[in-house]
């Protein structure tokens, strides 16, 4: 998998540990769970950080909006995001 | 007046229904612990709180938060407290904004705000007062501060009606007046039809998806997507004005996440800190306690039976009080001490806030399993009791998970059925009990694995989620600790007096009469009748034609604890400072128990079907009487077959040892 660097557009999916993004779109097809995140705060340009990961590499926990929200990297293939740092 | 406490998950709701009702209602520091709405009345008044699930947003999502929208949406409370978490203003705002759009008032506490100034947070209270349109009260449930004012707040009604907020464009301001939906909550319904939300699609009209894709084509994205930025542009504007916090240093949560969800040390952490629980609870107090209590009854016991013979009582009577009533009862009472540290041991993982570190930790192990890692939460608390343990199920998303949890959750060994194994491993096993303990909470988790593997062919799978916050690691309240400890044991002790004291009188009349009269020989009574027709079911699990051990497990439906008392008036013990010594020796009823079957016994007792309390919330939680049924067989089943297994290899080992 390449890393995604400064700029580059991808999925939070694809971000590593400690890399900080903004959030340009979200395109998951479960309407339920695109429900959810857009209430958790996943919203067109707020900022992200990658900031655990499971031991086990999945959930991911992500920093935003000034809390801690866990999921899992399934989810996380449906976020369209721009690496910022 | 009824008053709704609302907010997001583990933002503060019930530790400020405690605060303000006086009641001691269960809380900790994981997303989802209220389950239920719960009312109480504010101390010194006549106004109605209800306590009700965290809730992100209106629309539901698992099913405990359904209980709350409902709520707030049907029942219409006649005032609304938002509680907001002042360390995560922006995600909580976001529900505060569509609270707004409903027809009922709405008052702002900003709670924890102990915690905002050690973060070098600072909120002006007033301008975010000015802003939302709402009554802002700084408050902080923990430290009990602003709760005086709140209540002044509510008495006095100092609301503002009729806030406005200018979140939405004109274009979309025009098509949410246009949609008007003639109901109650007008403008928060016609948004959510706006939205193009499933629960209210039947209120769709044409006219209007034609603008909805106007604006669409605007703004480049989905219409819910649309709603939720602008809700939370609006928040992000107000934040700026009423907000500042300085830059802050490394905080307390990040280096205990360091070690806690360590890449390398997490999982023996938690192994280890499971473990630690169980040897201090069962091993290390067990073991020094039990013999005390036991003590205590004993001469109980004594004082009792000379004291009823000299005042010239009759024997039976004295019989039914001192072999029936006082030594059932002892027998379960005996456990108290173990069952303290337990508890409290539960307690503490509940509020610091590790218990979401642990579902964090192990997700990925159960997603192969068919469950969530939220199932962790049911079974741990399970091993305090199954009945909040299958309840807590409902944080679970996802049905199937669901359900394969609950039917699941019994397995773990419950506080009840501590005493069984307890008695068994402390006789048989000696100085190994403390690791003939551990070797079933392990055997539990293999239980699990095999279950849920087994199960997992037989629910159908829909795709699932995990989408949960990690909340920060906290001081728990010791007040609320020793209050939570102190109820849970009191419930014990209450049923030791009632459900056990019941079927405790009930066991000694069937054990001494027979279908013809007082039975001359306990061979001859109702008990071993009863025990005599189900003992096929026992005899490939103990190798012996046993209805007293029959009748003993079978009384664990009432309550787990019910099999040692049983045993115990069975065979007939009184005045014993170790039951389990007169117990098993040779020649008495139960003296044909060797290591391989009381193993094999205690599984059975263990994984069986659970208590009563246990099956009638298992009964709720999967939501019929066929998957109750099921659920029973199933966990019978699997227990039958563990406890056979087991009874084979222990006896052929046995065999070959000695």
Not at chain 2, 102 to 127: E, H, P, R, S, W
Not at chain 2, 315 to 339: D, E, K, M, R, Y
Not at chain 2, 565 to 573: C, D, N, P, Q
Request: proline share 3%; with cysteine; aromatic share 10%.
């Amino acid at each position: 998998m390449n890393k995604l660097k400064v700029g580059d557009k991808g999925y939070l999916v694809d971000l590593c540990k400690g890399q900080k993004a903004l959030v340009i779109g979200l395109c998951n097809d479960n309407k339920s769970i695109k429900r959810r995140l857009l209430d958790m705060g996943i919203t067109t340009g707020v900022e992200v950080m990658i900031k655990k990961i499971s031991p086990m590499g999945d959930p991911v926990d992500i920093y935003l909006r000034g809390y801690e929200l866990c999921i899992r990297k399934k989810d996380m293939k449906g976020i369209i995001v721009k690496v910022i740092e | 007046m009824k008053i709704a406490l609302v907010g997001n998950q583990n933002s503060g709701k019930t530790t400020l229904f405690n605060h303000l009702t006086g009641s001691n209602q269960k809380v900790g520091n994981w997303p989802g612990v209220t389950i239920e709405r719960k009312e109480g009345q504010i101390k010194g008044t006549d106004l109605m709180v209800v306590d009700l699930p965290g809730i992100y947003s209106l629309s539901p999502y698992t099913s405990e938060e359904e209980i709350s929208i409902k709520y707030i949406i049907e029942e219409c409370p006649d005032m609304i407290i938002n509680v907001v978490d002042a360390t995560c203003i922006e995600r909580s705002l976001y529900l505060t904004t569509q609270l707004l759009e409903l027809d009922t008032n709405v008052i702002i506490a900003l709670n924890m705000c102990d915690i905002i100034k050690k973060k070098g947070i600072f909120i002006d209270n007033k301008q975010l007062e000015l802003l939302m349109g709402a009554r802002v009260v700084m408050i902080s449930s923990l430290k009990n501060t602003g709760i005086k004012e709140l209540i002044k707040v509510i008495k006095t009604k100092q609301i503002i009606t009729n806030p406005h907020n200018k979140i939405f464009s004109n274009e979309i301001e025009r098509i949410i007046t246009k949609i008007n939906p003639c109901k109650k909550h007008k403008r928060f319904i016609s948004i959510k039809i706006l939205e193009n939300d499933l629960l209210y699609a039947n209120l769709k009209s044409d006219v209007i998806e034609i603008e909805v894709s106007h604006i669409e084509k605007r703004y480049g994205c989905k219409i819910d997507e649309i709603i939720a930025n602008l809700r939370y542009n609006y928040i992000m504007k107000i934040k700026s004005e009423c907000f500042n916090q300085n830059p802050q240093k490394k905080s307390m949560t990040d280096k205990l996440d360091k070690l806690f969800l360590n890449k390398w040390l997490a999982i023996p952490i938690f192994i280890f800190i499971m473990m630690l629980v169980y040897l201090l609870a069962v091993g290390v107090v067990g073991s020094k306690t039990v013999f005390m209590v036991n003590k205590l009854f004993a001469n109980l016991n004594e004082t009792t039976s000379s004291y009823l013979n000299s005042i010239g009582v009759s024997n039976w009577i004295v019989s039914l009080v001192c072999n029936g009533i006082i030594t059932g009862v002892a027998a379960v009472l005996s456990f108290i001490p173990q069952l303290i540290i337990l508890f409290l041991c539960i307690s503490l993982l509940e509020t610091t806030g590790y218990m979401s570190r642990i579902t964090f930790l192990l997700d990925r192990l159960f997603l192969r399993l068919g469950l969530s890692g939220k199932s962790l939460i049911p079974f741990i608390i399970g091993s305090g009791c199954s009945v909040p343990a299958i309840m807590s199920t409902r944080i679970i998303e996802n049905d199937y998970e669901k359900r394969i949890t609950i039917i699941c959750t019994p397995f773990i060994p419950c506080s009840a059925k501590l005493p069984i194994i307890v008695l068994f491993s402390g006789y048989f096993f000696n100085e190994y009990s403390g690791l003939i303990i551990v070797s079933l909470y392990f055997l539990a988790i293999l239980v699990i694995i095999i279950s849920a593997l087994i199960l997992k062919c037989f629910i159908k799978s829909t795709s699932t989620s995990y989408i949960s916050e990690l909340p920060e690691y906290r001081f728990p309240s010791i007040k609320y600790i020793f209050f939570d400890v102190w109820d849970k044991t009191l419930i014990f002790i209450k049923r030791a007096g009632t459900t056990i004291l019941l079927f405790s009188i009930i066991t000694w009349f069937l054990l001494n009469l027979s279908f013809t009269g007082f039975a001359m020989n306990i061979k001859d009574s109702i008990l071993a009748s009863i025990g005599n027709i189900f003992a096929w079911i026992f005899y490939p699990i103990i190798g012996e034609w046993s209805w007293a051990a029959t009748v003993a497990a079978i009384q664990g439906l009432v309550a787990k604890e019910q099999v040692v008392s049983s045993m115990t008036i069975i065979a007939g013990l009184t005045e014993s400072t170790n039951t389990s010594k007169q117990l098993f020796a040779s020649g008495n009823l139960f003296g044909f128990f060797n290591p391989a079957s009381a193993y094999a016994y205690i599984v059975f007792c263990l994984f069986s079907a659970p208590c009563v309390s246990a099956i009638a919330s298992m009964k709720k939680e999967l939501g019929t009487k066929k998957r109750m049924w099921g659920a029973i067989v199933f966990q019978t089943v699997i227990a039958w077959i563990f406890s056979v297994f087991i009874f084979i290899i222990g006896s052929t080992i046995i065999m070959i040892v000695g």
